[in-house]
C-alpha cells in the first residue's frame, strides 16, 4: 500500500511505498533541495508513527522483562540478586584474587524449610539456595557460599569448612554485616 511521504520544509507530498529505494527521486522534494543546495528528504508520518508504537512497545517489553527477572531473585521481600552484589563487592575487596564477573546465582524456594541450604561450584563460579522462611539465615548462607568462593581464589586445597574457611567467612560477614542466626549451629 503507498503511503503519503512530506517534504518537513514546505510540505509537499507523494505518494510512495513503505520503503522507497535510497535514492528514489520522489523521496526528495527536488524543489526545496535545489533551494538549499542539500537534498530535503521526505518523512512519512505514518510511518514514523508507527515506529514510535513500535519503540515505545519493546521499551514497555524491556521493562516487563527487567521487572520479571528482578522478582526472579525477590525471596520474602529481599532482592537477592542486589544483596549477592553487594556481598561479592565485599569479597573482592577482602580477596582480590576473586574472579571481577559476579558468580551465577539461582534459588529455589522451599515451601517447607525455616532454614535455608546452599551450594558453591568454585570452578563453575556459581551459587545455589535453597531457600527457607528465615530472611536472616538466607543472608547468612549467602554469605557462607561466597566464603567458599573466596576460600577456591585464595586456597584451593583448604578443607572446606576448616580454620581458614571460617575466619574468612568471619570476615566477610563483618564486612557485610550480616549476622549467623543464632539458632544455626557453626559448622
Ligand atoms: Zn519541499
Ligand atoms: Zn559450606
Redesign the pocket.
Known sequence: MKKRWNCPECGSGKLLSSRPRKNATDRFCLACSKKNGVLVERVCPTLEKQRTVKAEKAKEAARKKRAKAKAEYVVHGVDLMAELKRVYKAARFLEPELRSRLPQLTIHRSKTNKGTS???WGFRHRIHLTCGRDVEDILYVLV??V??LVMRARDYSAP??GDA?KAAEAELLAETKVTRPSYRRI?
Open positions: 546452599g551450594r558453591a557462607h557460599e566464603a567458599h572446606s569448612h574457611f559448622r
